[in-house]
């Protein structure tokens, strides 16, 4: 698959365009970055999770080699 051009970037404006409609189009838009917001935040709360669990994980270990 190759690199998208300007031709073809138009062409899938104007499908778009055609398809949705004026109005649609910045509805459609706000729920896009609603949607990416949200799995950006998830993404973000398991990456934190992990991290919390690696970090317990080492601390409990280094407790015991010390006792």
């Given amino acids: 698959m190759g690199?998208?051009?300007?031709?073809e970037i138009l062409l899938i404006a104007v499908v778009v365009l055609v398809l949705f409609g004026g109005r649609k189009i910045p509805e459609f838009m706000k729920g896009l970055?609603?949607?990416?917001r949200e799995f950006n935040d998830a993404k973000n709360?398991?990456?934190?999770?992990?991290?919390?669990?690696?970090?317990e994980k080492d601390n409990v270990s280094a407790t015991k080699e010390s006792v």
């Fill in 45 to 55: 709360n398991v990456k934190k999770e992990l991290e919390d669990g690696i970090n």
């Fill in 3 to 7: 690199n998208l051009g300007f031709q």
């Fill in 33 to 36: 970055g609603k949607g990416i």
